[in-house]
């Protein structure tokens, strides 16, 4: 009498619950090391003054192209940086030419903490920079330079009140001939070019 051959279950691919287990433990495990020693706050200043420079050269750019001025709107307390573009060139911000904005991180806003000493060589504030509507702008001329020099400072919310956290502080300095803006961090007390 013939043998029957023997059925061969297939083998199964896939993991077991104990080795799912395993690694969501040791995910679990790193991850409550290293978030703590995550700075979230520096990434969103360091996304803000990138974003703040970014704007500034479009809008240096566009002053360029479309051959009219284009200012540059600071919302200090709405944490708002907006363009406009001045086609009449009357330095106003009218309710029929083109703009756009773009927000600040909820945790970032405009201002120097009082615990940090400003950088060297500051020549203007934005205090000083032409007021519209209340609001300190800039505005950038058809041959691409802008109406003066300026600086700002942005920082993480916690940095105005805790001198802990004023590291997460930026500097933006505009300069008037060229109208290019150059970035600053504070690195162990000390103002370093950045970006």
């Not at 433990?25 to 706050?41: F, H, S």
């Not at 970032?108 to 500051?122: L, N």
Request: proline share 5%.
């Amino acid at each position: 009498m013939p043998v029957a051959p023997r059925r061969v279950r297939p083998r199964r691919w896939g993991f077991t619950a104990v080795e799912l287990m395993t690694t969501i433990v040791i995910i679990g495990a790193l991850a409550a090391i290293t978030l703590p020693r995550l700075d979230l706050e520096r990434f969103d200043v360091d996304n803000a003054a990138q974003g703040i420079g970014t704007t500034l050269l479009t809008a240096q750019r566009e002053a360029v192209v479309r051959q009219h001025n284009v200012l540059v709107i600071f919302d200090t307390i709405a944490g708002t940086v907006r363009t406009v573009w001045d086609a009449n060139n009357n330095e106003l911000a009218d309710g029929t030419e083109k703009s756009r904005a773009i927000q600040l991180p909820e945790r970032v806003k405009f201002g120097r903490p009082s615990s940090i000493a400003a950088r060297p060589g500051a020549s203007a504030a934005m205090s000083a920079m032409l007021q519209v509507g209340s609001k300190p702008t800039l505005i950038f001329t058809r041959a691409g330079s802008a109406d003066r020099a300026a600086y700002m400072y942005v920082t993480v919310s916690r940095a105005l009140i805790n001198p802990t956290y004023a590291k997460n502080t930026r500097f933006i300095e505009i300069a008037r001939a060229t109208g290019r803006p150059n970035w600053w961090r504070l690195k162990g007390g000390v103002w370093e070019r950045s970006f």
